[in-house]
């Protein structure tokens, strides 16, 4: 017979959060929603409990704000990704220079990475112009 070990009290938290919404979503959109939540590092609850809430507490905001902060948080991923990769590259190039070897890519990752930041100015020269920037 194996012994039960007694479990502390757990504090009562006054912002403990006691409902549970619903709500139904077709595959395509729970799809959509899993991926936003990994990408964010956060659990689909807690994605969707956020998500909501930011929407609730800005009713002002219109539909077109809220799909082109959509797209820049897409475009933000989607370059934090590449310069990931081009970190990655350009790291591959020290390694092989710093141990003597011939880097033939050297050039090519260095014109990447040049490539990479003129995208970073032109995506916030962009936001900044139309406003939409993040505070």
Known sequence: MQ????????LRDKNKRLHQPSCRMND???????????VCHMTVAGF????A??????????A????GEREMLHELFALRRHLGQLGN??????KALNSGADAPQAEAVL???????????????Q?????TAPA
Do not use: M, P
């Not at 969707?48 to 998500?51: E, W």
């Not at 077109?64 to 799909?67: K, L, Y």
């Not at 936001?127 to 406003?131: A, E, T």
């Open 89 to 94: 590259n350009l790291n591959q190039v020290a």
């Open 28 to 38: 395509a959109e729970y799809q959509l929603l899993v991926r936003a939540a990994a």
């Open 48 to 51: 969707l409990a956020r998500s």
């Open 3 to 10: 012994r039960r070990v007694q479990q502390r009290e757990r």
């Open 64 to 67: 077109a704000d809220i799909a």
């Open 127 to 131: 936001h900044l112009d139309s406003g």
């Open 111 to 125: 014109a990447a990475v040049q490539r990479a930041a003129k995208r970073v100015d032109a995506f916030t020269q």
């Open 53 to 62: 809430l930011n929407a609730a507490r800005d009713l002002d905001r219109t």
